[in-house]
């Protein structure tokens, strides 16, 4: 049973990062991960996903409070 180590880290606009949502190992399969977005203010928000370190997927989302 492989697994990889996956990071989720959120972004404003500016590029700066704001939240690193999860970083942990995850066995073959699909996952979810709940996070409270109740701090955030509303604004356009960038979200990166990195395995074993390489870049995966990003996208980008509006958040309104």
């Given at each position: 049973n492989?697994?990889c180590?996956?990071e989720?880290?959120?972004?404003?606009?500016?590029g700066?990062?704001?939240?690193?949502?999860?970083?942990?190992?995850?066995?073959?399969?699909?996952?979810?991960?709940?996070w409270?977005?109740?701090?955030l203010?509303?604004?356009?928000?960038f979200?990166?996903?990195?395995?074993?370190?390489r870049?995966?997927?990003?996208?980008?989302?509006?958040?309104?409070?």
């Amino acid at each position: 049973n492989e697994s990889c180590s996956a990071e989720l880290t959120l972004y404003d606009i500016s590029g700066r990062s704001i939240e690193n949502i999860t970083s942990a190992n995850f066995g073959r399969g699909k996952h979810a991960i709940s996070w409270d977005a109740s701090e955030l203010r509303s604004g356009i928000y960038f979200a990166l996903l990195k395995i074993n370190g390489r870049k995966e997927i990003s996208t980008k989302f509006v958040y309104i409070r």
